[in-house]
């Protein structure tokens, strides 16, 4: 929410960021209540404007990548890459998002494992060819200090009406992000009030629509909250920490699987848990201790939730 109002009020100075971060949030909200397939439809509009635009930003910017601003290759050395990392990694999440919806889609055994393949696929591949032409058109400390790093980039473009095209699309990519956060979470939430691991409220599905109703609301309140009060760096860094910790724990089940039931050899899952370890370790101190504050707090309701 707080990335669309960055970009949107790039494109309509007249409407604070907040605002436009609000509405936005309260809009997907909404349409999430009306079922997965309008939401679908919705997030295939989304999807197919965003690539659009990134492709029309990589072929516009290519002309002006300058090498000289790829380098030096990494300032701040190793800390440097591992934030970093750390930070991007909030932009893989949505592949995992797919398999929340593995019970209203059609044989999820097919079709979520080669969603998620394309998924990732595919977003390497965009965000490899953005960052490149990003960095390289204006180089990384312009982008730093923007709020629309995209934006700020295109400028530099010599071809008319990219700044206008890649605004527009990287407003859409930040909805595509909150659409699939607000389907996608409110599922978890469901799943887990099933065994109890949050309130039983969130069990609850419409008869009309057959959604999670307050799990849908609950989930796009906090949002609100977040858009209102939070700061884009602080969203980004306390998502990325929780985030990590999740991969972190995922990792370990995997460690636990039965031989029978394990895709990949032990050492992958060794690997991907020591580097979730090492990236949240390297975000911003607050950052950390937030986070492990609210961990703490999930496991205080649930021990309250079993108990009862």
């Known amino acids: 929410a707080l990335g669309f109002g960055s970009y949107f009020a790039k494109l309509v100075a007249a409407v604070p960021a907040v605002y436009a971060g609000v509405a936005a949030a309260v809009l997907l909200t909404a349409a999430s209540l009306f079922g997965i397939k309008k939401a679908g439809k919705l997030n295939t509009a989304i999807v197919a404007v965003t690539v659009a635009s990134l492709v029309v930003f990589v072929a516009a910017g290519v002309p002006s990548l300058e090498l000289a601003n790829l380098t030096p290759f990494a300032p701040t050395g190793f800390l440097g890459i591992a934030e970093s990392a750390a930070l991007l990694f909030f932009a893989y999440t949505g592949y995992a998002r797919i398999a929340t919806l593995g019970e209203e889609v059609h044989e999820p055994r097919k079709t979520i494992p080669r ?7 595919v977003s390497i591949v965009l965000y490899l060819a953005v960052a490149l032409v990003a960095v390289g058109s204006v180089g990384s400390a312009a982008l730093a200090d923007s709020s629309s790093p995209l934006q700020e980039a295109s400028k530099s473009f010599q071809l008319p009406g990219v700044f206008w095209i890649v605004g527009v699309g990287a407003a859409t ?9 607000i389907v996608g979470i409110s599922r978890m939430m469901f799943a887990m009030a099933r065994r109890r691991d949050m309130p039983a409220f969130l069990e609850h599905v419409s008869d009309l629509h057959a959604v999670p109703t307050y799990g849908i609301i609950l989930t796009g309140a906090v949002i609100i909250l977040l858009a209102i009060f939070g700061t884009l760096q602080f969203v980004v860094s306390a998502a990325a920490f929780t985030i990590l910790i999740y991969y972190g724990i995922a990792n370990i089940c995997a460690l636990r699987l039965a031989k029978e039931n394990k895709l990949y050899p032990k050492w992958v899952a060794i690997l991907g848990l020591m580097f979730c370890i090492a990236m949240a370790a390297s975000l911003p101190a607050i950052t950390v201790v ?3 504050s ?15």
């Open 290 to 292: 937030i986070g492990l």
């Open 115 to 121: 969603a998620v393949v394309i998924t990732i696929v």
């Open 294 to 308: 609210i961990m703490a707090f999930g496991f205080v309701v649930r021990l309250l939730l079993l108990r009862d």
């Open 173 to 181: 990519a930040m909805l595509g992000v909150l659409l699939s956060q």
